[in-house]
Nanobody, 120 residues
């Protein structure tokens, strides 16, 4: 599975961005997808995940109520809608795919990152 993340940029605190993850290669709809982020000097951390069907979603506590993960299997796309952004959300965001949705970094396939910068 090949993954391509996009949609990052510079936004003011309180603003919104939508990240996209395009999948290709093996049947993307068979895979769970997770979003992760890595801030400068910090370890990569789990943000959100969605099962292959979209029937279940998972979020880290710090983004609950602000971020929404969704997918469109007809288009081989997964999205991360980010609202009420905070400066502490600044990071490089990565999408990853695996047969199982988990809240760990143990995903088999990773895309390149997209930078999100939230100014105060």
């Amino acid at each position: 599975v090949q993954l391509q993340a996009s949609g990052g940029g510079l936004v003011q605190a309180g603003g919104s961005l939508r990240l996209s993850c395009a999948g290709s290669g093996r049947t993307f709809s068979n895979y769970a997808v997770g979003w992760f982020r890595q801030a400068p000097g910090k370890e990569r951390e789990f943000v959100a995940a969605i099962t292959w069907s979209g029937g279940s979603t998972y979020y880290t506590d710090s983004v609950k109520g602000r971020f929404t993960i969704s997918r469109d299997n007809a288009k081989d796309m997964v999205y991360l809608q980010m609202n009420s952004l905070k400066p502490e959300d600044t990071a490089v965001y990565y999408c990853a795919a695996d047969l199982q949705a988990t809240m760990t970094i143990l995903y088999d396939y990773w895309g390149q990152g997209t930078l999100v910068t939230v100014s105060s």
